[in-house]
């Protein structure tokens, strides 16, 4: 049964870097049905999806993020990553990867990882 | 703000039908999907499509659309029930999510 797991630090300073990384096990990331996505949830607060990646490395991002946002995929690993720059208090938040239908439904999620802004 | 909205706030007795909407102009042109998260969880999918329910999701949950607005329907609510509800869709692009802002079930 194919599982996501996200990986990362759970503190990052302001003005610094956030990087996460998601693994994919029990399938293959290079499946053509699925993109592989981000989404986030400040403490409290609702759902943000942050963007996609397919397994070619095409992309899409949410456009309130687009300057800051950078997601990449390595097949051989079976991995997908999220870069975000330049981070303020705003970016704290429960990150989650997630499996991307071809029409748009996400329906299968990793458990998420807490990420605080903090020094 | 979101560009999906959703009432925060829904409370529907036990065993009784509740319905959750969703309004937004991207409803026009694609169905919602439908996300319960329960405390401390990831979201589940339990809606999507034209009232097409993941293999798990109870009998008890279907899903309609007209025009602008999308709704949940809950028929027999019980207390499992009781989560956060999230609407999405894509957005004029085609290409992004958006999110609504949830709306909050209670069971009585």
């Known amino acids: 049964q194919l599982q996501l797991q996200e990986s990362g630090p759970g503190l990052v300073k302001p003005s610094e870097t956030l990087s996460l990384t998601c693994t994919v096990s029990?399938?293959?990331?290079?499946?053509?049905?699925?993109?592989w996505t981000w989404i986030r949830q400040p403490p409290g607060k609702g759902l943000e999806w942050i963007g996609s990646?397919?397994?070619?490395?095409?992309?899409y991002y949410n456009p309130s993020l687009n300057s800051r946002v950078t997601i990449s995929v390595d097949t051989s690993r079976g991995q997908f990553s999220l870069t975000l720059t330049s981070v303020s208090a705003a970016d704290t938040a429960v990150y989650y990867c997630?499996?991307?239908?071809?029409?748009?439904?996400?329906?299968?999620w990793g458990r998420g990882t807490l990420v605080t802004v903090s020094s | 703000s979101s560009e999906l909205t959703q009432d925060p706030t829904v409370s529907v007795a036990l065993g009784q039908t509740v319905r959750i909407t969703c309004q937004g102009d991207y409803l026009r042109s694609y169905y919602a999907g439908w996300y319960q998260q329960k405390p401390g969880q990831a979201p589940v999918l339990v809606m999507f499509g034209h009232n097409n329910r993941p293999s798990g999701i109870p009998y008890r949950f279907s899903g309609s659309s007209s025009g602008n607005t999308a709704s949940l329907t809950i028929t027999g609510a019980q207390a499992e029930d009781e989560a956060d509800y999230y609407c999405?869709?894509?957005?004029?692009?085609?290409?992004?999510?958006?999110f609504g802002g949830g709306t909050k079930l209670t069971v009585l």
């Open positions: 999405a869709s894509r957005d004029s692009s085609g290409n992004r999510v958006v």
């Open positions: 990646i397919y397994y070619s490395g095409s992309t």
């Open positions: 997630a499996r991307r239908r071809m029409d748009y439904y996400f329906d299968l």
């Open positions: 029990g399938g293959s990331i290079s499946n053509s049905n699925y993109y």
